[in-house]
């Protein structure tokens, strides 16, 4: 059993500050409504999430569950940056590995994608209470919608 003493070292190395400069829109408690798009089905869910600064700041971690077709689900994503480049990794209760992303801030719009599964994110600030997400998968060359998210801040 570890030490009171190394327990306290380690929480205070993992201490909150202010997230990253780039992803600060998504620090606080969501309540998003969510499209499942499954060829010509939709299928809507509710999705509850908090985003806090983490690791000294140094990233944003999203924290998400929601409940679709009968089944609970997780999820958890990593973010962080570096000047205008940001990385992701998308922790799922879906899959048993994460899922890497890289990408930049385009037009205020955070876009990330990832080589395996070939996705893109697309977070889209709307203002300081209010983000849209899109999530595509690539296809064939071309990118089809798979989620669209409406998230507005919980107060």
Sequence with gaps: MASLAALLAIASHLQSAPAPANLAFLIGSWRSEEVSIRGSQEVPFVCHSVAKPALRGGFVQLDEHFEID??????????????????????????????????????????????????RLTFEPQNADHFKVRVELKVAGEWKLTTRADYRRVK
């Design 70 to 119: 009968n089944n609970k689900y997780e999820n958890h994503i990593l973010f962080t940056e570096n000047g205008s480049d940001v990385s992701a990794w998308w922790f799922s209760s879906a899959s048993k590995k994460p899922i890497e992303f890289q990408g930049k801030v385009e037009a205020k719009n955070l876009v990330l994608t990832s080589a395996q599964p070939p996705l």
